[in-house]
Structure formats: C-alpha cells, structure tokens
C-alpha cells in the first residue's frame, strides 16, 4: 500500500514509527513531516489546508490510503473532499464528524442527545451574555469557560474568582480567542483525576487502544500555563478493568451509537479526554484525532500491525482485527523551548548525542544549513519502556540528559503522581 500521513509534529512523528513497520507498505510519504519522520518515509512538501494540492499529489503518487493526524484539516472537511475517489481510504472522520471536537457546544449537545455522562453546561453567545451571567453565579467556583471553537488547544479558562469569571465570559466573546470564542460553552467544574482513552472507529465498530494520562501544565506538580502536553504515561494505574468496563459501557458504546443513530460518516480516532470523579468517568472533551504527547506513548505500546489495523477500520472488519500491547509502562517526557508556552526564540541547535533504546520523537524542529534546529515550542519527545513507572520515567530522563538545545526545558515529575496509586 501507499500511504500518505498528513501532519509534523510529535503525533505524527509516533504514527509514521507504527505504519513504517506496517508488511503491506510500499511507500510511506509524510506532509510535510519532520527530520523525525523524514528517516521512516518520504517527507513532501504540501500545504494540508490546500486540498486540491494534496489531492494532485494522491493522484499522482497513486496513494491507497489518506491517514490525517491534526484536526484542522479534519473539520475543515479533507474526509468529505476525497470521497469522490472511493477507491482512496481516508483515517479521519468527516467534517461533520470532526464537529465534535471543532465545536464544543455540537459536542455538549451531542452528549446529552446520546445519555453520555458529562458535565453540566450554558450555550453563551453575545445575545445571551446576561443569562451565561446568571448560570456563572449559580454554581460554585471554580469556573471553567471554553472557547467553542478551535483554539489550539489554549481556549479553556478556568478561573476561581467569580468577578474574574465574568469578567473573562466578556473578554473572550469580544474575540479573546478570535472566532473560536464567539460562542462559549461554560461548564459546571468537576473535580477528579484525568485520563485519556482512545478509539479507532468506522462509526459501527470499534477497537479501543491502550489508555494514557498526560500533564498540560508547564510547571512541576501541574503549576503554571496550559500547554499543548509536557509528558504521557500508559497504562494508568487507577484506570482498572472495572473503570475500562465503565467507559466502554457507559461513554465508548453511547458515543459510536449516537454516530451511527445520526449517520454522521466517521471513520478514524476519537479521543475522550476524561475525567474520574469518585470512580465515575466523565466526558471532558470529544477529540477528532489522537492526541499529542499522548501517541508518543500509546502507538509504541501497539506490537500489531498499525496499517493493518486501519485497513481494518476501512474496510468494515475492525471486528476481525487482533489488536496486540506491549504490557510495559511507557513514559513521554517533552522537551520544549525555553519560554513556552508563552514567547520563545527559534532556530537553537539541537545535539542528540543518545544512542539507547529510548524513542526520540521530532516534534518541533526543522534542518538548517544541515543543522538539526529548533522550530517550535514543543521540541523533542522522549519515550521510554520499563517494568514500571519510575524505572520509565528515569530511562527517559537519562536519554534527555544526552540531548542539548540552547534554553531547553522539561518537567522532571511525569508519572510521579502515578506512583503506587491504585484505582479508587
């Protein structure tokens, strides 16, 4: 098979590792890729966001299957623009599908359709901003207000002041975020432990991969700024047999079954981003894609054929499908440039001079004048397999101690709320 891998970051950087291994693979082209992904296929030099120019490429290339890591692309409707060349398979769902995470008012309402357990919520626009007033004082703080739209992963607000709420509420329907805050869906807060689980869907069938549980926050003991993911760990401890069953009963079985019950044509990854409140699992959020760092450490797990699993997907027969996990504990801890995520410097030379068995994955960097730079806030991810979460955790901090870039940063405490934690 032929294969292109729309996307260039750490995300993509893992998914290239699993289909590069795939024994149906003739070619593996990625766009654009990275100097990660360029040493497992062929990067290509196209704008995701110009179908008609992905769409030249597919044809010429004679490319059998479209796998898409990002979102954008994904709402903004690649699925749906391909459908016309029925003999191309797609891993992505339809702009209608990739709703659920590009409005998170579509979500809510979708999951109060389809009886999935999530918080309650407000619709808040610039026409009802009293009454999004009102439900803010009606709850209990701490408040949490979310950006309807995609706002790359940086438009959730949770404030514990309730003048400080309103005050927000305000600023982000007069653009704080752009478009994408034009609407926003204020939420009732839950107070739990997070985790992700994650999906592989053609909008009937379904196979579940290995769980995961990220750190958003910059700083160590989850202080300071949201980012985009500085670390991951699966399996979760406290995610037992007796949680899976209950998200697979109560949030994977609903979701998939509301997706058919409304035709809405998906075929690819879903992420739900959740949250365990006294042992009940919540839906935080609906993601189109997987996640970042999160593949880093899922797609490692994975020792079945990843192609094979998608072609699966595509051709109606994940039920056929054998899915195989390393049983060992991955940790992705992220390196990222000094300042993020708010303003940093680009373009700082990056020294891998690791030589073990740890996985470093690009995700933020770029070949300069032949030298490897950085090229975005999230730079390298580094993941490494152990019997154990510490054992892990200091595999990869020992790898990171033979990687260099001026400014770099990482947490040194990924995995260690997880230590000798059990399931409620």
Do not use: W
């Amino acid at each position: 098979m032929k294969v292109l891998l729309l996307g260039s970051g750490g995300r993509e950087h893992a998914l290239a590792l699993g289909l590069s291994k795939g024994r149906d693979l003739e070619t593996l082209y990625i766009a654009p890729g990275n100097p990660g992904t360029e040493q497992l296929g062929t990067n290509v030099k196209l704008d995701m966001g110009d179908f008609q120019q992905v769409e030249a490429f597919v044809l010429e290339k004679g490319i059998d299957m479209i796998v898409v890591g990002p979102e954008a692309p994904l709402v903004a409707g690649i699925a749906d623009h391909f459908k016309k060349h029925s003999h191309i398979q797609v891993i992505g769902p339809s702009g209608q599908g990739a709703q659920l995470e590009g409005s998170k008012a579509f979500s809510k309402k979708f999951m109060q359709r389809h009886q999935v357990p999530t918080a309650g919520y407000f619709e808040c626009d610039a026409t009802n901003l009293q009454q999004g007033i009102d439900f803010l004082r009606s709850m209990p703080g701490p408040y949490v207000l979310k950006a309807d739209g995609l706002a790359a992963g940086k438009g959730v607000l949770i404030i514990d002041d309730i003048q400080e709420a309103e005050e927000a509420l305000t600023e982000m329907l007069n653009g704080m975020f752009g478009e994408a805050s034009a609407t926003v869906v204020i939420e009732e807060f839950l107070s739990g432990i997070e985790f992700s689980v994650f999906a592989l869907t053609n909008g009937k069938q379904y196979i579940l991969l290995p769980e995961a549980k990220d750190y958003k926050r910059i700083g160590e003991g989850d202080q300071g700024l949201n980012t985009g993911g500085m670390g991951a760990v699966s399996p979760v401890p406290f995610v037992d047999d007796h949680m899976k069953q209950l998200v697979e009963e109560r949030i994977v079985k609903s979701t998939v079954a509301g997706l058919a019950a409304e035709e809405i044509d998906y075929q690819g990854f879903i992420f739900f981003g959740l949250i365990n409140v006294n042992g009940a699992p919540y839906v935080i959020e609906y993601n189109c894609r997987m996640g970042d760092p999160e593949t880093e450490v899922v797609f490692p797990r994975i020792s079945s054929d990843v192609l094979e699993m998608m072609k699966a997907c595509a051709d109606q027969q994940l039920d056929q499908y054998q899915l195989q996990v390393n049983p060992q504990t991955a940790v992705t801890v992220m390196m990222v440039s000094g300042g993020y995520p708010g303003d940093y410097e680009k373009g700082k030379e990056i020294n891998i001079e690791y030589q073990g068995d740890s996985m470093v994955f690009h995700a933020g960097t770029s070949m300069k004048e032949g030298k490897l730079v950085t090229s975005g806030g999230r730079v390298l991810a580094v993941t490494s397999f152990a019997d154990s979460i510490e054992a892990a955790a200091v595999a990869s901090y020992k790898a990171i101690d033979e990687i260099y870039f001026a400014g770099a940063y990482y947490r040194r405490d990924i995995g260690g709320d997880l230590v000798n934690t059990a399931a409620p």
